[in-house]
């Protein structure tokens, strides 16, 4: 007995979406590794450079560990004033921006625009060129952080505000309080622990992302990690990479205890 | 009609790792080509009875028979061999969301293949023919290259019937098959199992909460308490009282 | 608001009433600290003079660099930025899948040995900062894209492999339940089961990760592992602003037109 198997749609029979994809993917595929000049060969003829300085790495000169404390602070330093003052900033355009607060559709189109722009930039970029301005050291640290996290939380608080309950808002607008009261006494108070909470989030990722600013002048760990890989000097630089590590994980575990503490 | 029974439940009990009692002291038989339905309360253990039929569960003690044969000893490819003549139906269907329904029914003879056939999808065209015809047994031909989650609930459901179908089993557990459905699809999907079994001969065991199925489907009905048999009659002999003392919380 | 009236013991009332007080001092210490502990001996009289050029440099920036054929103009390395971006989350992808199931949590396991080793391995590949990893492979293989793609590769496992964890730790294992029970082994029910299952949200992860991975490959190059980040440094050194801003606006576009890209196609997956 043979039953008729019905006949698939022509896209599905000849299975014109999975090909296309796949060969999509493979073409970019290709490009991208003729454009990069990857070749697998070369990584594993130059296997022994690379072992080398693994091995070097892996010896890590801890008599250089209290040299490196000071700029350690100092890269916490800086993320810890680069963030509030990206949140201070981030604060007046995160209300702009939030459509249940702002009716203007304009005004909130430009402020959203100005917000994606700013997080399109790199922190290294932003350092880079603040170090121009500014000159080598922490200053232009804290700048970056202070607008790479004013993008990034701008973003966070307005996507909190516009989930906000709007009863007690409403009640203070019925009875003709005006803006800021509004914000002040119905806005604030919903949104606190969530506002504090992506804050420290926030300080988390620029810890992580000042201790390598400073590669390009920014201050803080930084410096020394770019000193030691030009000197060559790779068992300061795993005792930098293993203290960052170490920071990194203390000020994470800090502020997610807080954050689930404050949730 | 074959006197071994198709199943046979001798001595079971099973108790999960954290100390839960899941079945205790199980004893009975189930005759090739009859109709079970099991009831009780929620965490009454059916589940768990289901699943030590096809091995998805352990047991702690006593012994189940398949066929005449003890399931215990088996392991690797006569395990699967063993849970390839049990179909299995679940009450969230597990159907693979984003696959077409040829897919997912083809999916049900994994085991009738050697393992790279079966990953790269070389399914025989007379196993698709197959896939086919189980899906016109539950009236769902033309949803054959639908996505599965375009499918409604009872469709799903019936999807699942049909790929359990591709296992030729010779019996099949379903595990409140119909708990997720409302009550018009709940009797397609009832009657399909209800065809299964008398047309084909399939030993049918399923789980029910709602005892007025139950006596509409069932050749016979046990009833659990606790992990315990408190109750088994063949449906002639079922009473409402009766089964209202299943439903009685000690 | 109402204020309520606890019953609680006086002390912890007291203690409920004043530990802002002690948040406060926490703070202040911190903020005290922080502020005193760096010396902004970085301001130079030039800054005003600098930002005004770049002001200067980014309203006219240097068009005729857009194109020149040379392969070495904006529109070239901005491809290469991207193929750095895009190989390297490929390759990171593919190799993230085995570190996710080692990651994941099983339901069955005791002590979670396994899943807490891989987790832990996840969390140091994540904190390892990229740019060295950047350094580390121009050792091995010389600077230019390549190290870049390397480093792209490697440093996207922590994230991916995270990410991809998660997803299967929340999958639904419905579908690995039924080929099981149809006598299906364990590779067939991953191929056949979890596989199909759980693509589509490691597709969607990978997309997400591949906007960050452009960002990061349009920087990896002022360490020299290639890409536009390479002349936007040297731009910088050299203090050529109309350089600076037109690649400042590449990178922007670039950025902008991947993450809408990225995110249509995200949606269509769900
Ligand atoms: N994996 C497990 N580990 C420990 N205890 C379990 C496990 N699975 C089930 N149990 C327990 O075993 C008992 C029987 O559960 P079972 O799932 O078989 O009940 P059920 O009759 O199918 O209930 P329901 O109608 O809710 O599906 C319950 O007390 C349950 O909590
Ligand atoms: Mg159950």
Redesign the interface.
């Known amino acids: 007995m043979t039953t008729q198997i019905p006949r698939r749609p022509w896209l599905q029979r000849w299975h014109v979406k999975p090909i296309g994809w796949t060969l999509i993917i493979l073409i970019l595929l290709v490009a991208s590794s003729r454009m990069t000049g990857v070749d697998v060969g070369m990584f594993f003829s130059n296997l022994g450079q690379f072992t080398d300085l693994l091995v070097r790495m892996s010896r890590p000169a801890w008599d250089y560990l209290p040299i490196i404390l000071h700029p350690l602070y100092e890269t916490i330093q800086m993320a810890i004033l680069g963030t509030t003052i990206g949140a201070a900033f981030a604060v007046p355009f995160a209300v702009l921006a939030a459509s249940n607060l702002v009716h203007n559709r304009w005004l909130r189109g430009i402020i959203r625009l100005i917000l994606d722009l700013v997080r399109t930039l790199p922190d290294l970029l932003l350092a880079a060129i603040f170090v121009a301005i500014f000159g080598i050291g922490s200053t232009a640290g804290v700048v970056t952080l202070a607008i790479f996290s004013f993008g990034m939380v701008s973003k966070l608080f307005y996507e909190v505000i516009e989930t906000i309950d709007m009863g007690p808002l409403e009640a203070l607008e019925s009875v003709g309080a005006n803006k800021l009261t509004i914000i002040w006494y119905a806005v604030l108070p919903q949104i606190m622990n969530q506002f504090v909470s992506y804050f420290l989030y926030t300080l988390e990722i620029n810890v992580r992302a000042s201790t390598v600013l400073g590669y390009l002048g920014a201050g803080g760990i930084g410096v020394f990690l770019q000193r030691s890989l030009n000197e060559f000097n790779y068992s300061q630089t795993s005792v930098i990479i293993l203290a960052t590590l170490v920071v990194v994980m203390v000020i994470d575990g800090i502020s997610n205890h807080l954050r689930r503490v404050l949730l | 009609m074959d006197k071994t029974p198709i199943i046979s439940f001798k001595n079971v009990n099973k108790v999960y790792a954290n100390g839960t009692v899941g079945l205790k002291n199980i004893n009975f038989e189930i005759p090739q080509g009859e109709f079970l339905v099991v009831v009780g309360l929620s965490g009454a253990g059916k589940s768990t009875l289901l699943r030590t039929i096809?091995r998805?569960h352990e047991i702690t003690s006593g012994e189940i028979r398949v066929e005449g044969e003890s399931i215990k000893p088996y392991k690797g490819r006569s395990l699967?061999?063993?849970?390839?003549k049990?179909?299995?139906i679940?009450q969230?269907?597990?159907?693979?969301?984003?696959?077409?329904v040829a897919?997912n029914v083809l999916?049900?003879?994994?085991?009738y293949y050697p393992?790279w056939k079966?990953?790269l999808g070389l399914f025989s065209?007379t196993d698709?023919?197959?896939a086919?015809?189980a899906l016109?047994r539950v009236s769902l031909?033309?949803k054959?290259?639908a996505r599965a989650d375009e499918l409604s609930g009872g469709q799903q459901q019936r999807v699942?019937i049909a790929?359990?179908l591709?296992?030729d089993p010779k019996i099949i557990l379903a595990d409140e098959p119909i708990a997720s459905l409302d009550p018009l699809t709940t009797k397609t999907v009832m009657d399909i199992l209800k065809r299964l079994n008398q047309e084909d001969g399939i030993t049918v065991i399923v789980n029910l909460h709602s005892v007025a199925l139950a006596r509409e489907y069932a050749d016979r009905i046990v009833g659990l308490r606790a992990g315990e048999v408190v109750y088994d009659e063949p449906i002639a002999a079922v009473t409402e009282a009766d089964l209202n003392r299943v439903y009685q919380t000690v | 608001m109402q204020t309520t009236i606890s019953k609680k013991p006086a002390t912890l009332n007291l203690w409920r009433r004043w530990n802002w007080l002690l948040w406060i001092a926490v703070v202040a210490v911190i903020y005290t600290w922080a502020i005193t502990g760096l010396h902004f001996t970085g301001l130079q009289e030039s800054a005003a003079s600098v930002s005004r050029s770049i002001v200067h440099g980014l309203v006219q920036p240097d068009w005729s660099y857009v194109y020149n054929g040379s392969g070495e103009d904006l529109v070239s390395l901005i491809l290469q930025t991207l193929a750095i971006a895009f190989l390297g989350t490929i390759i990171s992808s593919l190799i993230s899948v085995p570190f996710a199931f080692w990651a994941a949590r099983g339901g069955k396991e005791w002590l979670h040995i396994r899943s807490g080793s891989g987790k832990v391995v996840l969390t140091l590949i994540r904190t390892f900062p990229e740019i060295v990893l950047a350094i580390m492979f121009i050792k091995a293989v010389g600077p230019g894209s390549y190290a870049g793609v390397l480093a792209v590769s490697i440093h996207s496992i922590g994230m991916l492999g995270k990410l991809f964890s998660e997803a299967i730790e929340n999958m639904d294992r419905g579908a690995d339940e039924a080929i099981t029970s149809a006598g299906g082994n364990s590779a067939q029910i991953f191929m056949l089961a979890t596989l199909p299952t759980i693509m589509p949200e490691f597709i969607s992860y990978t997309l997400y990760r591949f906007e960050i991975a452009v960002r990061s490959a349009s920087i990896l190059g002022m360490v020299g592992a290639g890409g536009i980040g390479t002349p936007m440094i040297f731009a910088i050194q050299t203090r050529n602003w109309p350089r600076v801003g037109i690649i400042l606006l590449g990178i922007v576009l670039m950025v902008l037109l991947i993450d809408s890209l990225s995110e249509q196609l995200r949606k269509r997956l769900i």
Request: glycine content about 4%.
């Open positions: 096809n998805m699967r061999l063993l849970r390839r049990i179909g299995m679940f969230n269907f597990n159907l693979v969301k984003r696959s077409s897919k999916s049900g003879r994994v085991s393992t079966s990953i065209t698709k023919q197959k086919v015809q016109q031909a033309e054959l290259y699942a790929r359990t591709m296992q």
